[in-house]
Nanobody, 124 residues
Framework: QVQLVESGGGLVQAGGSLRLSCMAS????????LGWYRQIEGKQREFVAA???????DYGDFVEGRFTISRDNAKNTVYLQMNDLRPEDTAVYYC??????????????????WGQGTQVTVSS
């Protein structure tokens, strides 16, 4: 069973930065595609970023060059560096350690179980 520890969230002013971390155990980490999702209050969970085992990287349209996903397989950790944060980025951010690419719908599908998430709050 996959266990995730997400951290790095917090309260930041608009324009600020945060770095989220997600350490995983019990997964085939290095061989899997990894990703971050977020859930804004009252809305469905949405895709933020993905990084494949081979280094392919995708971002949600709203990222607009502000976020960077990376991975450290030796530490079983995936990161999300978030810069130029906006109030609309306020959400609970979740990582997932097993994403599958679905070519027929041109989207990633999160397969593994979710962690507890980390709250990101951006004040204006």
């Amino acid at each position: 069973q996959v266990q995730l520890v997400e951290s790095g969230g917090g309260l930041v002013q608009a324009g600020g930065s945060l770095r989220l971390s997600c350490m995983a155990s019990g997964s085939n980490f290095s061989a899997n595609s990894l990703g971050w999702y977020r859930q804004i209050e009252g809305k469905q969970r949405e895709f933020v970023a993905a990084i494949s085992a081979g280094g392919r990287i995708d971002y949600g349209d709203f990222v607009e060059g502000r976020f960077t996903i990376s991975r450290d397989n030796a530490k079983n950790t995936v990161y999300l560096q978030m810069n130029d944060l906006r109030p609309e980025d306020t959400a609970v951010y979740y990582c997932n350690t097993d994403l599958k690419w679905m070519p027929y719908v041109d989207a990633w599908w999160a397969v593994a179980s979710w962690g507890q998430g980390t709250q990101v709050t951006v004040s204006s």
